[in-house]
Structures are given as C-alpha cells and as structure tokens.
C-alpha cells in the first residue's frame, strides 16, 4: 500500500542533505573571499531556511492521517511558521548580530536554490 505521507516526509528529509551541503561550501567561499563577519551571515541565511523547513514539514506532516480541513490547517500552519521563523533569523542576524545583509539573503538564496533544485530531481 502506497503513503504519500511517508514518501513526502522522506523526499523532504532527503532534500536537506544538499541544503546543508550548500550552505557549507557557501560560507567557506565566503570566509576565504570576505572574511568571518560574511560567512557567519551566510551560515544564518543558510541555517534560517533549513530551520524553517524542518519546523515546517514537522508540523504539516506530522499529524498523520485526518480530515482534509485539519490536514490545510496544518500545511498552512507549517507554511507560516517556516517565514516566521525565516524572518526571525534574518532578523535577528543583521540587526542584533550586525552580520553583513548582503551574506544574510545570499545565505538564504543558496539554501532556497539547493532545497528547490533537490526536490525537482525527485
């Protein structure tokens, strides 16, 4: 018998492998080209989307099988708390770190990047 839960919840845990491979060569390439400020902010975008991302399926996948409307209930939710906690991090990365903006979002990007190349390859 075929779960498209459980196939879903592998796909996404398997597509974080290439995120976390990602944003690790990114914040090297930003420590030898921009110095340590550059890729502790990159390591926060980075981080920031794989963070959101695993909250997110956590809690839009997680509750196994149920009616339709509490299953959109908890995908939404799982969307909502991913941006919140994204833009909680990046927040907190420029204006309370003073990491530079421009390692923060190219952190994000890269992260983003990897998540969606990972899951077209599915």
């Given amino acids: 018998m075929r779960d498209p839960i459980s196939a879903h919840r592998r796909a996404l845990a398997q597509a974080v492998v290439p995120q976390v491979i990602a944003t690790a060569l990114a914040v090297v390439a930003a420590l030898l080209m ?4 550059w890729s502790l902010g990159v390591l926060a975008g980075g981080v920031a989307i794989i963070a959101g991302g ?3 399926t956590r809690l839009a996948l997680g509750g196994g099988v149920g009616p339709g409307t ?3 209930l ?3 939710a799982g969307v909502v708390v991913k941006w919140v906690v994204v833009f909680a991090v990046l927040l907190a990365a420029v204006a309370w770190a003073g990491w530079p903006p421009v390692a923060v979002l190219a952190g994000t ?3 983003l990047v990897a998540q969606i190349v990972a899951l077209a390859r599915r």
């Fill in 34 to 37: 921009r110095g340590g400020a």
């Fill in 54 to 56: 695993w909250l997110s």
């Fill in 70 to 72: 509490t299953a959109l």
């Fill in 74 to 76: 908890r995908l939404l």
């Fill in 109 to 111: 990007l890269v992260a």
